[in-house]
């Protein structure tokens, strides 16, 4: 049984090649033809669903043994004297789960861009970028070393700055993509030395041959402090998601990313990419178990911090889609410090879901911004769900999902977090969860009430949008609706997804009991504000001014990082300029005018005159001559005349 | 006192010093480039003298035969050299002649600063 089913997993590096196949067809070939493009990028997307699928069912057949014993398959790649690379597919539950979420991501995202991309100049372009970004994120997920770990790790950061900049003829399009891209480089620098310095001390990057060196490695000596090297190691490849997945301070970029097409917000700034350092961590957890605790209190702190932080800013944004972001880093935040306080299911499990609700909601927003004819200010909407049933309701599903009402997927993975987080005797951090939890209630609510109940606006003509459109819509809204009970049977996510040794734990229903309070709390405040109007958000807005303006300029961080260039970096830059041309080329210059003084001195010994050089070369003959034949000391050993046994 | 005069190595070497030093004071002192080439030839031919007289007095002698001719070889091989050398010396004079109308060493001073 297990044998055939590994005859399955060799084939699962066909899920990222058919996506990129794709995209070499849709560039060299096809790019004329837009519907050829789209009809290619689609069916290899399906191909690998349908892949990804067996590959899933395969592995829940598998059952523990795969758990034990994940499915690789390496392929030599690069090998030269103390440098040896693999390329390969890994095949576990983790995988399993990252391949089936992607491509059904990714598929119902192509399939909703066939409408919502409709008529743009751009779309072949646009499948091409797709089908690029679905194969290196699949190649990500597959990785089975850090080293094609990180490759794909770049690919998907410039695809992710490819499609951020789609609109690239727009100024703010362009300056996103490039706030994305040079962000997520500050991170993936320390994720680059975090990698030189693993290989260094482990000569190896291969996941497996890693935690087993882990496990055997028993001294650890102290590099910094009193920190080891394990656990330097460990911030610093820590930096990598720090960067990808927008944690506090570098996620100042995704908020702007939602310059790109809706549908690429929904796959790529909320589903799939920015999950990528939830996974590389969840990946590399053996590395954060072996480091100091330190490591993962700290996890859990910036995670929490940001889950808050950003969720916060969301109560006060007016652009739909920047909610909607902030909405995704503050849930990044909670999968971060689910990892910290060490649950990889609840962390593994809420990203499953969340890629599910919060991809429904993405393209529920597209799908709005579609109707509105691009007006992306919650404000100018209104009463939209009459107009549009069907992005109305798949909308509200995923307001509940997120909000964690049972049975909703996000109720159950919501939970699991906070019910780890304080069986695991973080009590601070379940804190600052549950009212995170409330404040989303509380947002999402706001969102969902503004735009699609109250009063029409009369200026707006919406219309509900067409099939390719709704139908991922209601797609995604099954996987949010059922998605969660994967958590119910006996032998469920956690058996599967896990680290370390698996306890069965029953959910806790008091705890879920208290996170569900306060979820209808946050959504029962939205409701009495925005809706029965017996709460007035202007009046509240103004009698606590001070903190609603820092909570609607994102806490002036970006403000901060431009102070900080334009003073700090660029003063550095001043003082370097200075150093560069006085002493660096003061240098280079002076070392020009001395040789030139000194040439200018001795060329006057060139007379041109034949019978000096003559006169100089046979009495410098001579005098060599004298030195050798009758000179103390070294010169004297050379003598070539008392080689010959000649002057004594 | 002159009977007992030999003509040893030591006479030899004195004349190809002298030939030498005749040779120098040519190359040093003659204005006409053709007689310095002509100097050059005489401080050659003072090497060769040496060459024919240690090859007599040192080496054969050291080694108790008397037909090695290495230095002979030598000399020869100084004499084709040389001949060789004045033909490019002479033929450069000659375009140097026609060039500048002159074959005064004091004029040819063109290659300095």
Same mark, same amino acid.
């Given at each position: 049984?297990?044998?055939?089913?590994?005859?399955?997993?060799?084939?699962?590096?066909?899920?990222?090649?058919?996506?990129?196949?794709?995209?070499?067809?849709?560039?060299?070939?096809?790019?004329?033809?837009?519907?050829?493009?789209?009809?290619?990028?689609?069916?290899?997307?399906?191909?690998?669903?349908?892949?990804?699928?067996?590959?899933?069912?395969?592995?829940?057949?598998?059952?523990?043994?795969?758990?034990?014993?994940?499915?690789?398959?390496?392929?030599?790649?690069?090998?030269?004297?103390?440098?040896?690379?693999?390329?390969?597919?890994?095949?576990?539950?983790?995988?399993?789960?990252?391949?089936?979420?992607?491509?059904?991501?990714?598929?119902?995202?192509?399939?909703?861009?066939?409408?919502?991309?409709?008529?743009?100049?751009?779309?072949?372009?646009?499948?091409?970028?797709?089908?690029?970004?679905?194969?290196?994120?699949?190649?990500?997920?597959?990785?089975?070393?850090?080293?094609?770990?990180?490759?794909?790790?770049?690919?998907?950061?410039?695809?992710?700055?490819?499609?951020?900049?789609?609109?690239?003829?727009?100024?703010?399009?362009?300056?996103?993509?490039?706030?994305?891209?040079?962000?997520?480089?500050?991170?993936?620098?320390?994720?680059?030395?975090?990698?030189?310095?693993?290989?260094?001390?482990?000569?190896?990057?291969?996941?497996?041959?890693?935690?087993?060196?882990?496990?055997?490695?028993?001294?650890?000596?102290?590099?910094?402090?009193?920190?080891?090297?394990?656990? %330097?190691?460990?911030?610093?490849?820590?930096?990598?998601?720090?960067?990808?997945?927008?944690?506090?301070?570098?996620?100042?970029?995704?908020?702007?990313?939602?310059?790109?097409?809706?549908?690429?917000?929904?796959?790529?700034?909320?589903?799939?990419?920015?999950?990528?350092?939830?996974?590389?961590?969840?990946?590399?957890?053996?590395?954060?178990?072996?480091?100091?605790?330190?490591?993962?209190?700290?996890?859990?702190?910036?995670?929490?911090?940001?889950?808050?932080?950003?969720?916060?800013?969301?109560?006060?944004?007016?652009?739909?889609?920047?909610?909607?972001?902030?909405?995704?880093?503050?849930?990044?935040?909670?999968?971060?410090?689910?990892?910290?306080?060490?649950?990889?299911?609840?962390?593994?499990?809420?990203?499953?879901?969340?890629?599910?609700?919060?991809?429904?909601?993405?393209?529920?927003?597209?799908? %709005?911004?579609?109707?509105?004819?691009?007006?992306?200010?919650?404000?100018?909407?209104?009463?939209?769900?009459?107009?549009?049933?069907?992005?109305?309701?798949?909308?509200?599903?995923?307001?509940?999902?997120?909000?964690?009402?049972?049975?909703?997927?996000?109720?159950?993975?919501?939970?699991?977090?906070?019910?780890?987080?304080?069986?695991?005797?973080?009590?601070?951090?379940?804190? %600052?969860?549950?009212?995170?939890?409330?404040?989303?209630?509380?947002?999402?609510?706001?969102?969902?009430?503004?735009?699609?109940?109250?009063?029409?606006?009369?200026?707006?003509?919406?219309?509900?949008?067409?099939?390719?459109?709704?139908?991922?819509?209601?797609?995604?809204?099954?996987?949010?609706?059922?998605?969660?009970?994967?958590?119910?049977?006996?032998?469920?996510?956690?058996?599967?997804?896990?680290?370390?040794?698996?306890?069965?734990?029953?959910?806790?229903?008091?705890?879920?009991?208290?996170?569900?309070?306060?979820?209808?709390?946050?959504?029962?405040?939205?409701?009495?504000?925005?809706?029965?109007?017996?709460?007035?958000?202007?009046?509240?807005?103004?009698?606590?001014?001070?903190?609603?303006?820092?909570?609607?300029?994102?806490?002036?961080?970006?403000?901060?990082?431009?102070?900080?260039?334009?003073?700090?970096?660029?003063?550095?830059?001043?003082?370097?300029?200075?150093?560069?041309?006085?002493?660096?080329?003061?240098?280079?210059?002076?070392?020009?005018?001395?040789?030139?003084?000194?040439?200018?001195?001795?060329?006057?010994?060139?007379?041109?005159?034949?019978?000096?050089?003559?006169?100089?070369?046979?009495?410098?003959?001579?005098?060599?001559?004298?030195?050798?034949?009758?000179?103390?000391?070294?010169?004297?050993?050379?003598?070539?005349?008392?080689?010959?046994?000649?002057?004594? | 006192?002159?009977?007992?005069?030999?003509?040893?190595?030591?006479?030899?070497?004195?004349?190809?010093?002298?030939?030498?030093?005749?040779?120098?004071?040519?190359?040093?002192?003659?204005?006409?480039?053709?007689?310095?080439?002509?100097?050059?030839?005489?401080?050659?031919?003072?090497?060769?003298?040496?060459?024919?007289?240690?090859?007599?007095?040192?080496?054969?002698?050291?080694?108790?035969?008397?037909?090695?001719?290495?230095?002979?070889?030598?000399?020869?091989?100084?004499?084709?050299?040389?001949?060789?050398?004045?033909?490019?010396?002479?033929?450069?004079?000659?375009?140097?002649?026609?060039?500048?109308?002159?074959?005064?060493?004091?004029?040819?001073?063109?290659?300095?600063?």
């Amino acid at each position: 049984m297990f044998k055939e089913m590994h005859d399955l997993f060799q084939w699962a590096w066909l899920i990222p090649f058919l996506p990129f196949l794709s995209f070499l067809i849709i560039a060299f070939v096809t790019k004329r033809s837009k519907r050829l493009s789209s009809t290619i990028s689609i069916l290899a997307i399906l191909s690998s669903l349908s892949l990804a699928v067996a590959i899933g069912l395969g592995v829940i057949q598998s059952g523990e043994k795969i758990v034990e014993h994940p499915a690789i398959v390496n392929v030599n790649w690069l090998n030269i004297v103390g440098l040896q690379i693999d390329f390969g597919t890994i095949v576990d539950p983790l995988s399993a789960m990252m391949l089936f979420v992607v491509t059904l991501v990714a598929s119902m995202v192509q399939i909703y861009s066939l409408g919502y991309m409709h008529g743009d100049e751009g779309f072949s372009r646009y499948y091409a970028y797709q089908s690029l970004f679905a194969s290196s994120m699949l190649g990500m997920v597959l990785a089975t070393n850090l080293l094609q770990l990180f490759i794909f790790w770049e690919l998907v950061g410039l695809c992710s700055y490819l499609l951020i900049g789609f609109w690239f003829f727009k100024v703010s399009a362009r300056e996103a993509a490039k706030k994305a891209f040079i962000t997520t480089r500050v991170g993936d620098f320390g994720l680059l030395l975090g990698m030189l310095f693993l290989y260094v001390k482990f000569g190896t990057l291969d996941f497996v041959a890693l935690s087993v060196a882990m496990n055997t490695n028993i001294q650890d000596v102290a590099v910094i402090g009193t920190a080891g090297y394990v656990t %330097v190691m460990a911030f610093l490849v820590f930096m990598g998601p720090v960067g990808k997945s927008g944690q506090f301070p570098l996620h100042v970029w995704l908020p702007d990313a939602m310059e790109g097409p809706t549908p690429v917000s929904a796959l790529i700034h909320a589903a799939t990419m920015v999950v990528a350092g939830v996974y590389l961590v969840a990946r590399m957890f053996f590395l954060f178990d072996h480091a100091d605790p330190m490591a993962l209190q700290f996890i859990a702190g910036l995670g929490a911090f940001t889950a808050i932080f950003a969720a916060s800013i969301a109560i006060a944004q007016d652009d739909i889609k920047r909610i909607l972001a902030y909405s995704t880093l503050s849930q990044l935040g909670y999968m971060m410090f689910a990892l910290g306080v060490g649950s990889l299911t609840a962390s593994m499990f809420h990203l499953m879901t969340h890629a599910f609700f919060k991809a429904l909601m993405f393209l529920g927003a597209g799908s %709005v911004i579609y109707a509105m004819h691009h007006k992306q200010d919650i404000w100018e909407m209104g009463g939209l769900w009459k107009k549009m049933p069907i992005t109305g309701t798949t909308f509200f599903i995923g307001v509940l999902a997120i909000s964690g009402v049972p049975p909703f997927a996000g109720f159950w993975s919501k939970d699991e977090i906070l019910a780890h987080a304080l069986h695991n005797g973080h009590p601070i951090i379940y804190g %600052v969860g549950l009212f995170t939890a409330f404040l989303t209630a509380f947002y999402m609510s706001r969102l969902f009430f503004v735009v699609f109940m109250g009063p029409e606006k009369k200026e707006n003509h919406p219309h509900e949008s067409p099939w390719s459109m709704t139908i991922p819509l209601m797609i995604l809204a099954f996987f949010s609706v059922f998605g969660g009970f994967v958590a119910l049977p006996e032998h469920n996510f956690a058996s599967y997804i896990h680290y370390g040794t698996f306890h069965h734990e029953p959910i806790a229903w008091g705890l879920a009991g208290i996170s569900v309070v306060a979820g209808l709390l946050g959504i029962g405040l939205a409701y009495a504000t925005y809706i029965k109007k017996a709460i007035s958000a202007e009046k509240v807005a103004a009698q606590y001014s001070g903190i609603y303006k820092l909570l609607k300029n994102k806490y002036y961080v970006d403000e901060l990082y431009l102070w900080l260039i334009h003073h700090i970096m660029d003063g550095l830059a001043k003082i370097l300029y200075w150093f560069d041309i006085y002493i660096v080329d003061g240098v280079v210059n002076g070392l020009a005018l001395i040789t030139r003084g000194s040439g200018r001195v001795l060329r006057r010994t060139n007379t041109g005159q034949l019978q000096t050089y003559a006169m100089v070369f046979f009495f410098a003959v001579v005098i060599i001559f004298m030195v050798f034949a009758f000179g103390e000391g070294q010169l004297s050993a050379l003598n070539p005349l008392a080689t010959l046994g000649g002057v004594k | 006192m002159i009977g007992n005069f030999s003509v040893g190595l030591s006479t030899y070497l004195l004349v190809g010093a002298m030939l030498f030093c005749i040779g120098l004071y040519g190359v040093f002192a003659k204005r006409n480039i053709i007689a310095v080439l002509m100097s050059i030839e005489l401080m050659l031919n003072a090497v060769n003298i040496n060459f024919i007289a240690f090859n007599r007095f040192i080496w054969n002698e050291k080694i108790g035969v008397n037909y090695l001719l290495t230095g002979h070889v030598a000399a020869l091989f100084v004499i084709v050299v040389a001949a060789a050398e004045v033909a490019v010396g002479l033929a450069l004079i000659i375009t140097i002649y026609r060039n500048r109308q002159s074959t005064d060493v004091d004029d040819l001073n063109w290659l300095k600063w």
